[in-house]
């Protein structure tokens, strides 16, 4: 259910061998849910899960795509784990997090789009910001996190800065459909 290299944009994309997308250990946040939210994802009814990642360095920012799988013990499991993510999702609009020896690192700020995928979708913009360094670019991820019967599947996308964020959506959504054909196609 994840993707495979052959369904990401374009060629020159390289394994990475973190398919997470988000720290294995919590990060110090200023509203500690916001931190690391798709771990909501991973309730007592999941079954089983895979991820895998890819980033490609070819341009004149990394860019870097993750796709992963949750399974669940049934339909309604899935569909209970999403509506908790969706709520701390609309929640987190903005925080900070990652601490320095001075306070925060960074300042975070997420708005939901709209992604139709799946029976039902949660998606995403966060745009990560430096705290010290004002003028230093912020950078935008897409999540688009969809459930598909008793399975959710959650693909994230960080493009480079120079991509505007209308691309970056559609980029996210037209991969999490991919991801989601394919839990339709294994689960049906």
């Known amino acids: 259910m994840v993707l495979s ?3 990401l944009p374009g060629a020159g994309w390289k394994p990475d061998d973190d398919g997470d997308p988000e720290s294995t250990q919590r990060q110090p946040a200023s509203q500690p849910e916001c931190s690391n939210q798709s771990w909501t994802l991973r309730t007592e009814e999941m079954t089983d899960q895979a991820g895998a990642g890819w980033y490609f360095d070819q341009a004149a920012e990394v860019e870097a795509i993750t796709s992963q799988a949750f399974v669940y013990r049934n339909e309604q499991a899935a569909a209970t ?4 993510y969706r709520a701390v999702v609309e929640r987190c609009v903005s925080w900070q997090m990652g601490a320095g020896t001075a306070g925060y690192s960074f300042q975070e700020g997420q708005e939901p789009f709209d992604a139709a995928v799946g029976d039902e ?3 995403r913009m966060q745009t990560t910001a430096m705290v010290r360094y004002p003028d230093v670019p912020a950078s935008s991820s897409y999540w ?3 459930r598909v019967g008793a399975s959710i599947v959650q693909v ?4 480079g800065s120079l991509l505007g964020s209308g691309q ?4 996210a959504v037209d991969l ?3 991801a989601a054909a394919q839990a339709q196609t294994r689960t049906g």
């Open 5 to 7: 290299p052959d369904q």
């Open 81 to 84: 784990a999403l509506a908790a």
């Open 121 to 123: 979708s949660v998606a």
């Open 144 to 146: 688009v996190s969809a």
């Open 156 to 159: 994230t996308y960080r493009p």
């Open 168 to 171: 970056g959506k559609t980029q």
């Open 176 to 178: 999490a459909a991919t």
